[in-house]
Every structure is written in C-alpha cells, then in structure tokens.
C-alpha cells in the first residue's frame, strides 16, 4: 500500500492536477463519494445541482479496494470529497494527508453517528483465529475495532445524509437551499423506512437473524432489537469457517426451526448451501450495500429499493 500511495502522489504532482478547481469549469459542484450509499444519499440531496462520482465501481470489492492514480486525480479534483473512514479506509485518510489542504470541503462519516465495536458472539469464528489472521504485523496490538457499516440503520443513515448535505451546502451556498429541500424530502423517505422495519420488528415472531456469512449489520440489528449469529464478523474477508462454527450454524437453525438463512450481497453461498442442506432452511440474501452489483447499479437500484429488498427478506426469516 505504501508503494501504491507513493505512485499516487507522484501522479498527483506530475499532472499538476491539484491546482484546479473542478466547479469553475462546468458550473456544478464535483462530489467524490467512496462507497455506494454516501453515493446514492449525495444524489438525492444534490439533485441536478451537482456531480456526483462514485469511487468504488460498481461489483468491486469494497474490502480489498486500492486506489489507482486516476482515483487520487479525482479525489484531488473535488469540490466534495465524503468517505467512510475506518480500517477499510486507512487508504484515504494516507492520502488525505498529502493532499487534503486542496480539497475545499472533506467529511469522515464515521465521525457523524456513534461507532459500535465489533462484536464477536456465539457460535462465530474466533476472536483469537481473526486476529492472528489479520493482525499477524502486530500481534501486541490492543487497539479497538469498530463496525464500519454504519449506513445499515435507516435512523443513522437520516444523520448521514443531513451531513452530506451540510458539505455541500458549505462547498456551494449559491444552491444550499435546493440541498436542505432535497435532504429534507429523502430524509422523510428513509423516516418511512425505518417505520417499515420497526413495524415488521413488532409484529414479528421471530428475534433472531442467521448469517450463513459474514455479518455486517451490527448497526441494523441493534437499531431493531433482533439478535443475530453469523459464521464471521462484518469486516472479515474468510470464506471458510472452522468444522466447529459450521457445525454450530446447524445445529443453531435446527433447534429454533429457522425458517430461512441469510448471506450477503456479493458474499459467497457456500456455508449457506451446506447449512441448507442439512436443515431444510431456505437461503435468502440481504444487502449491506458497501458496494452494490453492475446489474443493480445500471438497472438504478438505490438505498432505498435495496433496503425495501431486505424488508421483504426478513418478512420471511422472522415470520
């Protein structure tokens, strides 16, 4: 990464790129956003006023992504530069530092809603084995992890979006107006959400939510008070759990008769497919949304439509 980074500042001083101001060219304010949501919640807020790019493309894996020198020209050419934050993204905050003095208006959106830690729970791959897996550079280090899907709660993504929309009206306060009416109207659409999910919670018999996968919907959970196993945590990049964590998993959606198992956009079936098959239960997905498919993204899905998909999802799961 170290290497990468450097290949990109040297991109950025040879072209000279960070002098420019991207708006005085074509009137709109540029927006660079990095993950799919703050993507989608910056359009709805910008409307026509703005441009809006998205850096992760589309079906790309959020989680392994390395910035190439043309993503640091776009991200130097912003007016607008939103980003997640979090171990995900250390990338940015590296290039941040060399660069952000000459992006008018940055926001860490991790820094706008309370970061819960990541949680390990039953049954799911170590604590232990994920550590020495990810941290093996550092084996001495203490330092807390946070879930970094911080968007997967409809009430955390209303503050999210009041954020963006507050950067673009102090990047562009010609059109701060149309961005507050824009914020205040999608805003009222993810409120309707979060009423769809909460009445879904009261009338559901069912608490508990199975991933046959990685888990990352900490925030959504604790938003509706469901309680949850998984084979591993949000952030993990293991496709193979142990014998014991898969054998778990089965026995789990055994005992309690769970209906329907769950993996995640862009996840793997395989865990899924063996817990099917030796309880019955039905595999269904939900969308976390970190990144979103070429084929949703070209038909015009968007935070809402997708999320209305894991309303649906867990109408079956909980029933």
């Known amino acids: 990464m170290r290497r990468v980074l450097a290949l990109i500042l040297c991109a950025l001083l040879l072209c000279g790129c960070t002098a420019r101001a991207p708006q005085e060219e074509d009137g709109k304010l540029h927006v660079v956003t990095t993950l799919f949501p703050y993507y989608d919640f910056a359009r709805a807020v910008a409307g026509d006023a703005a441009e809006v790019t998205l850096l992760l493309s589309?079906?790309?894996?959020?989680?392994?992504?390395?910035?190439?020198?043309?993503?640091?020209?776009?991200?130097?050419?912003?007016?607008?530069?939103?980003?997640?934050?979090?171990?995900?993204?250390?990338?940015a905050d590296d290039m941040l530092a060399a660069v952000g003095e000459n992006?008018?208006?940055?926001?860490?959106?991790?820094?706008?809603?309370?970061a819960e830690e990541e949680e390990f729970v039953e049954g799911m791959q170590s604590a232990e084995a994920e550590h020495d897996h990810e941290?093996?550079?550092?084996?001495?280090?203490?330092?807390?992890?946070?879930?970094?899907?911080?968007?997967?709660?409809?009430?955390?993504?209303?503050?999210?979006?009041?954020?963006?929309?507050?950067a673009l009206c102090e990047a562009d306060g010609a059109n701060a107006e149309t961005y507050r009416e824009n914020c205040a109207a999608y805003c009222a659409q993810l409120r309707e959400l979060d009423e769809a999910f909460r009445a879904l919670r009261a009338r559901s018999a069912r608490d508990l939510v199975v991933?046959?996968?990685r888990m990352p919907f900490l925030y959504f959970c604790r938003a509706y008070d469901l309680r949850y196993r998984a084979a591993f945590h949000g952030c993990?990049?293991?496709?193979?759990?142990?014998?014991?964590?898969?054998?778990?998993?089965?026995?789990?959606?055994?005992?309690?008769?769970?209906p329907v198992i769950y993996t995640v956009d862009l996840g793997s079936r395989k865990i899924a497919e063996a817990v099917s098959e030796c309880t019955g239960a039905q595999?269904?997905?939900?969308?976390?949304?970190?990144?979103?498919?070429?084929?949703?993204?070209?038909?015009?899905?968007?935070?809402?439509?997708?999320?209305?998909?894991?309303?649906?999802?867990?109408?079956?799961?909980?029933?």
């Open 236 to 258: 993990s990049t293991d496709t193979e759990p142990s014998l014991a964590t898969l054998r778990y998993l089965i026995d789990k959606v055994g005992q309690e008769e769970i």
């Open 58 to 91: 589309p079906g790309r894996e959020a989680h392994s992504f390395e910035p190439t020198p043309l993503d640091a020209v776009t991200i130097a050419n912003a007016d607008v530069f939103v980003y997640n934050g979090g171990e995900g993204e250390l990338w």
């Open 211 to 213: 991933f046959a996968d």
């Open 283 to 319: 595999i269904d997905t939900l969308y976390s949304l970190q990144t979103i498919s070429r084929a949703d993204f070209d038909a015009g899905e968007t935070y809402l439509t997708m999320m209305e998909r894991n309303l649906h999802a867990l109408e079956r799961g909980l029933a």
């Open 135 to 166: 941290h093996e550079h550092d084996e001495d280090s203490d330092e807390i992890e946070y879930d970094e899907h911080v968007w997967t709660a409809p009430e955390n993504a209303v503050t999210l979006c009041t954020a963006i929309c507050e």
């Open 103 to 114: 992006i008018p208006v940055v926001r860490r959106m991790m820094d706008y809603v309370e």
